[in-house]
């Protein structure tokens, strides 16, 4: 997608996270956010919020870059599904514009499935992206509310060997909270319930955000060793589950290596290119 200032109003194109998303520096977005400024922000022209913008600035070559802006604004409580004034969600728009690594960002991030995959967004797609993210948005669905509501307790544990955000909540109620209410059972409990910390540290790690991390490491029982089985290089490759080094890594956070580092990922971890909230 082309970026045309036009469509934003001046309080929202001179904003420092607008620059610094636009020049796709996560560290200065990170600085910001840790500065106080408002992710909830919004275009008073086009009902844009960040997350459009990131959308607006992507590519099917570049969406890498902005996946590690998608977790920071995530981490900072940024509203997932708000519209902009043609109705547009960030989700169908990243869909629409066939940015598959965003879409399952902001899935993993807790962004409600607005759309079914047979819905007609996906039958518009074309090119060579199209088919790969058809199938990303089914590999992740059902989500986790109904598959706890449900007691699927293979389907949630898909899901949190995904990486995706259990520190979510639906009209005031935690998954956790839902998961005892509607008497799941004791597994999928329990395994939400020990991972939450776990994956939180996986989106601060995909954020880059060193604070977080050590934050929660210090606070909470962190699993180090947990991957991402849901990850692969391309839709051609095979699924090659990723360690949080190896995340560090893809998404060029050198700073936080340190903090990651096991023998094993010494060893076996390739170069690559290319909770709500703990506070």
Known sequence: MSLDVRNFDEEFLKSRLFVAITEKNNRQVLSYIKKGDNVNNRCKKSGMSYLHLVIKCASPLSETKYVPIIYLLSNADIELDVADNTGAKPMVLAIKHNLTEIMEALIKCGAEYIVDPEDTLFSELRG????????????????????????????????????????????????????KKSFACDKIVKQLTNSEASIEFAHATMAGDKFRMKYLMDHYNIDMTITDCSHRDNYFEPYSPLSLYGAALKYGHKDILELLRTDNDVQNTPVQSSICSIS
């Open 128 to 179: 060579p992206c199209a088919y790969e993210i058809i199938n990303k948005y089914k590999f992740y669905s059902p989500g986790y509310w109904n598959a706890v509501k449900d007691d699927k307790a293979f389907r949630v544990n898909v899901l949190v060997k995904s990486w995706c955000r259990i520190n979510i909540s639906q009209n005031g109620t935690t998954l956790i909270e839902c998961a």
